[in-house]
């Protein structure tokens, strides 16, 4: 039984994609339309990996219909299927680097439109502007490298002489997922540091850190790929030309996190969580924030009034002013006599 039918992840991966692109064009139209400021690199950066992932997304609906939809290839499988298989894999696996090098980098030059004057702050973001850059070129190349000059091993049917004369393909894998947790971990968290700083109110502090923290769902996807690689790698399932054993089954946690259809989910909610900062002025616009603004302070009030009606005390209460440690209540009160209440027989003696 397949986690990921075709008839599943292709709609899937076409509604998520027209979402990401419905967002940035939006996002465009907020900038040249409603706001009528510069397209910056923030804006090229998201369109630009924006059309890879609608590349990604063709290749994963070619793969569907000639080849094995992501799934593990097997002997048993056509050989044109799985030469097919092979290729889209491999183009996958070079092209996925920009896209998530560019939804980082379009977040980073964003932020250098918000916090302008804080120096501390430019100065960490360049580093982790400078940083990205590295490390996406730095995988790209280890990708189109990782046979050396004998691409074509990559995709060949027969894997085991990719196996013979290529590199540590799971390996690869493997860094790429742990360093892009990393990556989109240090992006998300370092605005966080700064928002204290601006001048708004308190709520919209609050509201600009949960867009900020948005980005953690495809974060969440990053988690899931590499707990898949975490275990299939040492399994040697991520090797060229690997075949599983007649009475081996493949363990269900691998079942489950299949890491092609993660990485399709973790590149389109990126791109989700990239354009959601700068549509700020068009939900402001429409009334949605407000809306929201003002369903927070309803509800803030409501909370407040109710805390302060069960803490205030009655007026006897509010005269006597003693605790009444064997109630339930903290707050609640007990009367103190006014008169001292008459001796009993014990105490006549």
Same mark, same amino acid.
Request: net charge positive.
């Given at each position: 039984?397949?986690?990921?039918?075709?008839?599943?992840?292709?709609?899937?991966?076409?509604?998520?994609?027209?979402?990401?692109?419905?967002?940035?064009?939006?996002?465009?139209?907020?900038?040249?339309?409603?706001?009528?400021?510069?397209?910056?690199?923030?804006?090229?950066?998201?369109?630009? @990996?924006?059309?890879?992932?609608?590349?990604?997304? %063709?290749? #994963?609906? $070619?793969? /569907?219909? =000639?080849?094995?939809?992501?799934?593990?290839?097997?002997?048993?499988?056509?050989?044109?299927?799985?030469?097919?298989?092979?290729?889209?894999?491999?183009?996958?696996?070079?092209?996925?680097?920009?896209?998530?090098?560019?939804?980082?980098?379009?977040?980073?030059?964003?932020?250098?439109?918000?916090?302008?004057?804080?120096?501390?702050?430019?100065?960490?973001?360049?580093?982790?502007?400078?940083?990205?850059?590295?490390?996406?070129?730095?995988?790209?190349?280890?990708?189109?490298?990782?046979? @050396?000059?004998?691409?074509?091993?990559?995709?060949? %049917?027969? #894997?085991? $002489?990719? /196996?013979? =004369?290529?590199?540590?393909?799971?390996?690869?894998?493997?860094?790429?997922?742990?360093?892009?947790?990393?990556?989109?971990?240090?992006?998300?968290?370092?605005?966080?540091?700064?928002?204290?700083?601006?001048?708004?109110?308190?709520?919209?502090?609050?509201?600009?850190?949960?867009?900020?923290?948005?980005?953690?769902?495809?974060?969440?996807?990053?988690?899931?790929?590499?707990?898949?690689?975490?275990?299939?790698?040492?399994?040697?399932?991520?090797?060229?030309?690997?075949?599983?054993?007649?009475?081996?089954?493949?363990?269900?946690?691998?079942?489950?996190?299949?890491?092609?259809?993660?990485?399709?989910?973790?590149?389109?909610?990126?791109?989700?969580?990239?354009?959601?900062?700068?549509?700020?002025?068009?939900?402001?616009?429409?009334?949605?924030?407000?809306?929201?603004?003002?369903?927070?302070?309803?509800?803030?009030?409501?909370?407040?009034?109710?805390?302060?009606?069960?803490?205030?005390?009655?007026?006897?209460?509010?005269?006597?002013?003693?605790?009444?440690?064997?109630?339930?209540?903290?707050?609640?009160?007990?009367?103190?006599?006014?008169?001292?209440?008459?001796?009993?027989?014990?105490?006549?003696?």
């Amino acid at each position: 039984m397949s986690f990921y039918p075709f008839s599943v992840t292709i709609p899937v991966y076409v509604i998520f994609t027209a979402v990401g692109i419905l967002l940035t064009a939006l996002r465009f139209w907020t900038r040249v339309a409603l706001t009528r400021q510069h397209l910056g690199a923030d804006d090229w950066f998201i369109a630009g @990996g924006v059309v890879i992932l609608m590349a990604c997304t %063709a290749l #994963q609906c $070619l793969n /569907a219909l =000639h080849g094995t939809g992501g799934e593990a290839v097997s002997t048993e499988d056509a050989v044109e299927r799985a030469v097919t298989a092979h290729k889209i894999n491999f183009i996958m696996v070079v092209i996925e680097k920009p896209a998530f090098g560019a939804i980082k980098l379009s977040l980073l030059f964003f932020y250098r439109r918000i916090f302008t004057v804080r120096r501390s702050f430019r100065l960490a973001n360049n580093i982790l502007i400078v940083i990205i850059i590295l490390w996406t070129v730095a995988f790209v190349l280890s990708d189109l490298l990782i046979c @050396g000059t004998k691409l074509s091993l990559s995709f060949d %049917a027969n #894997q085991k $002489l990719a /196996a013979a =004369h290529c590199g540590d393909k799971g390996l690869m894998l493997l860094l790429f997922a742990i360093t892009s947790f990393v990556t989109d971990v240090s992006v998300l968290i370092v605005p966080l540091f700064y928002i204290r700083g601006l001048q708004m109110p308190k709520q919209q502090k609050w509201g600009a850190g949960l867009i900020f923290l948005l980005g953690l769902m495809s974060t969440v996807a990053c988690i899931l790929r590499m707990i898949f690689l975490c275990i299939a790698y040492p399994m040697g399932r991520m090797s060229w030309g690997y075949e599983a054993k007649p009475k081996d089954k493949t363990p269900l946690v691998l079942q489950v996190f299949n890491p092609t259809f993660w990485v399709m989910i973790e590149m389109c909610l990126g791109t989700w969580a990239a354009n959601l900062p700068p549509l700020g002025p068009l939900l402001h616009s429409i009334g949605i924030r407000a809306c929201l603004s003002r369903a927070y302070r309803r509800f803030s009030s409501a909370y407040l009034s109710g805390n302060h009606d069960r803490e205030k005390p009655t007026a006897p209460e509010a005269e006597t002013g003693v605790l009444n440690r064997e109630n339930e209540w903290p707050n609640s009160f007990v009367p103190v006599p006014t008169h001292p209440e008459p001796a009993g027989p014990e105490d006549m003696v």
